[in-house]
């Protein structure tokens, strides 16, 4: 049993940082060019965004709303 619950729980890490890098590997023009400045920065704070989304749930899985989505939103684009 401890086996498998720290399979997921390294499994889990490395979903979080992977998650990060496609944002970042994701942040190409149309030309295929790296993006840079203000593009780079607006394309990943909705990549963020869009991938904290789906996340923004609460424990009885209804989607979070208004101060508690906020508040974990911003938790989570921080973290990512």
């Keep these: 049993m401890k086996r498998i619950l ?3 729980l390294i499994t889990a890490f490395t979903a979080g940082s992977a998650m990060a ?3 970042e590997s994701k942040a190409v023009s149309k030309d295929g060019k790296p993006l840079a400045g203000a593009a ?3 394309f990943l ?3 963020k965004a869009d ?3 789906g996340k923004a749930v609460s424990k ?3 989607p979070l709303a208004g101060a508690a ?3 974990f939103m911003t938790k989570c684009e921080k973290d990512s």
């Design 51 to 53: 991938a904290c989304e």
């Design 69 to 71: 989505k906020n508040s």
């Design 60 to 62: 009885d899985g209804k």
């Design 21 to 23: 890098q496609s944002c």
């Design 40 to 42: 780079k920065t607006s």
């Design 45 to 47: 704070k909705k990549c």
């Design 6 to 8: 720290l399979a997921l």
